[in-house]
């Protein structure tokens, strides 16, 4: 027979919801930082193609 599970706490919830928007957060600021920094020319820690050839 099927049984309803426990709910979850509201301290619970709100830790892995902060923890998912602080992932999303982080990786938003290094999007960022990536496409300031190829639009500057400082391009030294990645690589990538500037022109597609086809």
């Known amino acids: 027979m099927a049984v309803p599970k426990k709910r979850t ?20 600021q290094k999007s960022l930082s990536l496409a300031k920094s190829i639009l500057r020319g400082k391009t030294t820690s990645f690589v990538y193609r500037l022109y597609v050839d086809e």
């Open 9 to 28: 706490s509201k301290a619970k919830k709100n830790s892995r919801k902060a923890n998912w928007k602080r992932k999303a957060a982080k990786s938003a």
